[in-house]
């Protein structure tokens, strides 16, 4: 299979001809031609119809479906307004969690500060987010760690069918949940979580560069423990 | 003090007060990415001017009055720092400033892709830490760069270049004894795939004639920026793929 | 403005109470500090500061103007700080807030007080024409710990800084007179631990926080208590202790760089 060209292309760079392409994400049209509108990597396959640019930076986009990691930031009298790491906050209403919260008492369930694993149930046309708490695995997090990652690289800390997360968590033996949304969430005793942060680091600075796997897995063999 | 006579800005050779041919530009430096907080951010030396950009957002815009429902507001702030002049600034902004502001605000919106964000804003800092004329092409230039280093989507990577006229020559890049007793200066911005003109602003007195030379020489060495800031954007990525 | 997830203040208390910083560092240790002078060309002296991330920029402008009143022969010295909101997503532009104006007054006082300045030789004519020093500092990056980095930048400009005697048909430029300098160091307290040079999330986390200065001679020179935690005398004690090593330290660097 004919390796992806890690080809870097920056805003305003001539891609293709709609022709014999289709504009793809990170691209934009204009008389008749293709342009990047975004700092990214090219993707343009031999024989694929489709060019698309990956950013290499930029705000997480909420898309419907996604599973984000959310920071309360207020609790008002039938919802809650949560911090994303989008452009915009998002909201939880109380109909949305698995609990029986009654009118006011949403301090009693979340309140500032509070971390959740969510979804976005829905993204309309002026970007106003609602998320959710109302589907298998989402909860209110207690314990371990949070930090931040840049949300383009989301797909290099999961890796081609989640390698790289579980080439982490096989090393470590921490938990680890990855939110769409440049947030994730770590969990385990204090030197897994040091060297899950230290993968995470090392895979942002060079996620652009080939045989990553290989070198995130010397880095985590390093005074590694026994692995299952 | 020097007055306008004392001072020879060409001589007949075409050379300038410090040592430039009418078309050299002045030493440019670019720096993608040298801010830590910031989403993108950029520091740029222009001859003695140095300036620094930096970029958040997009964010949801504050107050709540601002927002334009169908589309991101673009909000560039350009600064002088108190000591980046001879004589001290005083903090904070001048009518020159807010003018200023407004008039790299509008040319960035042009080129942003601004519908794929309703309701935010993308805050565009410029900072004046040393300046020596034409900072706010320096300023525009440097803004360019840190949106693109921010990955915020855009149509171009907006770049600005002036022109000026010195007895009677004209000539790119006014350096600071030009900007003060010359005759004509032109600050230019495009966006350079199109040649659209996104800024153009002109203080003094062109004919027809000399106008449409400076406009030209203007674009000719705002494409030459382009190249610069270009560079500086992929340079940043480039050291990384070379550690495989 | 992004809230600080309580999950993240738990881990960071859990890890102080087994000794240990997020970033790695020892209670007392500071990030690495790095000092550059002379990158404003147009102000009388500049230096740019960084702690860690944090980076702080000062330039330093002279005029001549009069003196105030109950000091007729000497200069006057004005410190002003701009938290401009390139440094944090958190700054927005318009007058100076609380934060900007505490933290011009603090290092102001701390350059002040501490006569860092020999004000009484840059008087002109007494009673009429005295030198004045404006230092503006700008805060360019915020990843925390402001007061030592503003501090510091404050410093190292004013000792690379020229009195412009010649632009005002005074005499020649000559080296800003000035006595040995006092190095501030800042300490926060979460959790029941105190740490130096807070990082950011230490910042957020704070209860108490404490900045000492300190001179060559061991002696204090200015100190500021901030935020509503307590601190007991023995924590205070520490500090000034601290303070003073870490002082020493950071005063090698600065030397360094102005090229004593």
Sequence with gaps: MPEEKREIVIPSQFLGDVKKNKAGHGTFIENGKIYSARLGILSKREGEEYINVTPLKGRYDPIEGDFVIGIVEEASASSWLVDINAPYPALLHVNEVPWDVEFGETEKYLNHGDSIMAKISQVDVAKKIQITLKDRNLYKIKGGHIIEFEPSIYRRIMGKKYSMIELIQKYTRCRIFVGKNGRVWIDGDAEGIEKVLQAIYKIEREAITFGLTNRIEELLKKDAKDVR | MKSKSDVKLIDGHGKRIDGRMPHDLRKIKIEAGILHRAEGSCYLEWGGNKVLAAVYGPREAVPKHTQNPLRAIVNARYNMAAFSVEDRKKPGPDRRSREISKVISEALEKVILTDQFPRASIDVNIEVLDAEAGTRCAGLTAAGVALADAGIPMKDIPVACAAGKIEGHVVLDLGKEEDNFGDADLPVAISPRTGEILLMQMDGHLTLKEFDEALDLAIKGCHAVSDIQKKAIMSKYESVLEVE | ?260
Aim: include cysteine; charged fraction near 30%.
């Design chain 3, 1 to 260: 403005m992004p809230v600080i997830s309580s999950i993240k203040r738990e881990y960071l208390s859990k890890l102080a109470e087994h000794g240990k910083r997020a970033d790695g560092r020892k209670f007392d240790e500071f990030r690495k500090i790095s000092i550059e002078t002379g990158v404003a060309s147009r102000a009388e002296g500049s230096a740019r500061v960084k702690i860690g991330n944090t980076q702080v920029i000062a330039g330093i402008k002279m005029d001549v103007g009069e003196p105030y009143s109950d000091s007729p022969d000497c200069g006057v010295l004005t410190t002003a700080a701009e938290l401009i909101p390139m440094a944090s997503p958190d700054f927005e532009a318009g007058p100076p807030r609380g934060d900007a104006i505490e933290l011009a007054r603090v290092v102001d006082r701390g350059v002040r007080e501490s006569e860092v300045v020999e004000l009484e030789k840059l008087c002109i004519t007494a009673g009429e024409k005295v030198w004045i020093v404006f230092v503006d500092i700008h805060i360019l990056d915020y990843d925390g710990n402001l007061f030592d980095a503003a501090s510091l930048a404050a410093l190292a400009a004013l000792f690379t800084t020229k009195v412009p005697a010649k632009r005002f048909e005074l005499g020649e430029d000559y080296p800003l007179p000035l006595r040995d300098p006092p190095v501030s160091c800042t300490f926060v307290k979460y959790n029941g631990v105190v740490v130096a040079d807070p990082s950011l999330d230490e910042e957020e986390i704070a209860e108490a926080r404490l900045t000492v200065a300190t001179d060559k001679n061991e002696d204090i020179r200015a100190m500021q208590k901030g935020l509503s935690g307590s601190l007991t005398r023995e924590e205070i004690k520490k500090v000034i202790k601290s303070s003073i090593d870490n002082g020493k330290e950071i005063r090698k660097i600065l030397y360094k760089s102005i090229g004593k």
